[in-house]
């Protein structure tokens, strides 16, 4: 089954922002498609940096079908790096599903395999979120809905707004890597795979957690809070709480986290907070590109001086 970063509808939002370049590759068998790879081309700034910034992110990783031959994948993979090899410095997929049977065909074509790891909650039923969830997860939401927080579920486009600047701040200050504008979120907000889940205390958005989903799983795609504000109040936690009992309580089977940092990056912070949510450790990595290496060093040194 697809995801919902790999369907139809989602190119066509990625196509309306104006400021994305969505990619498709497919190839068929007898009229029918068995593998599909789908993304946008990223970059910001000003001329000058966004020649520098280009790079090529498929969420989701491929759309595979079970029976795809070795040769089918090698003609899709190489599809992908040659359609992309002039538009983006690298080319990589963020995989949300185990793809350790084809890493061979991967590598072979010049996808290298980087590890990286990702939470998913089982949504299947509350029981089940319930008895793995963490007691000090559960105290912090309780402790914040008795000292006045709220939720809403169907926010406002000022709402929306709101929660953008406190997102943006965080990537500002902590995460340090760039965020889409506004009007990503607004055209997210206007669309009907999203769900905004948005906290509130004393008539102000302090939090939430921006979601997509398709027939099975919920992605919390970003998420923030200004946490430590307010005494007793935990904005962060409230927010990917309540995303998870929306996909308990819409039938959906899984909350999916979006990453949760690499290997060996000692003290993530993000990590520590996710895996208090009761969700399944895994590690189905990312497939990296290069399609220009000096381009690419000079990136990674840029980078690594700004978040110092």
């Known amino acids: 089954m697809k995801s919902v970063f790999q369907k139809q509808e989602f190119y066509s939002f990625l196509e309306s922002t104006g400021f994305l370049e969505p ?3 497919s190839v068929e068998r007898s009229g029918k498609e068995v593998g599909v790879i789908q993304g946008f081309v990223q970059k ?18 491929p759309w595979l079908a079970d029976d795809i031959s070795g040769t089918e994948l090698e003609t899709l993979l190489k599809q992908c790096a ?15 599903a185990d793809y350790s049977h084809v890493r061979p065909i991967f590598e072979k074509m010049g996808f290298a395999y980087e590890p990286h790891y990702d939470f998913l909650v089982d949504t299947s039923n509350k029981e089940i979120v319930d008895s793995h969830m963490g007691k000090s997860r559960k105290r912090d939401v309780n402790t914040s809905i008795k000292h006045g927080v709220t939720i809403t579920c169907d926010p406002t486009e000022a709402e929306v707004t709101e929660f953008y600047h406190i997102l943006k701040n965080l990537y500002k200050n902590k995460v ?11 055209k997210l ?27 099975e799983t919920l992605y919390e795609w970003f998420a923030c809070g200004k946490d430590g504000v307010y005494n007793n109040i935990f904005p962060s936690t409230v927010a990917t709480y309540y995303g998870i009992q929306f996909a308990v ?5 899984t909350f999916d986290m979006m990453g949760a940092g690499a290997p060996g990056d000692g003290g993530y912070g993000v990590r520590e907070f996710k895996a208090k949510f009761g969700g399944n450790l895994v590690e189905y990595g990312r497939f990296k590109y290069i399609c220009n290496k000096p381009l690419y060093k000079l990136g990674e040194m840029a980078v690594k001086i700004l978040k110092k």
């Open 189 to 215: 907000w206007e669309s009907d795979f999203s769900k905004f889940i948005l906290v509130k205390y004393n008539d102000e958005i302090i939090g939430g957690t921006l979601c997509i989903h398709d027939d």
């Open 23 to 25: 990619f498709r590759f």
């Open 44 to 61: 910001e700034g000003g001329l000058l940096k966004r020649f520098f910034s280009r790079r090529a992110i498929i969420n989701g990783g």
């Open 176 to 186: 340090k890597t760039p965020l889409f504008p506004k009007e990503f979120f607004i």
């Open 82 to 96: 040659d359609g992309l090899k002039h538009k983006a410095i690298y080319i990589e997929t963020r995989n949300f």
């Open 249 to 253: 309580d819409n039938g959906l089977k």
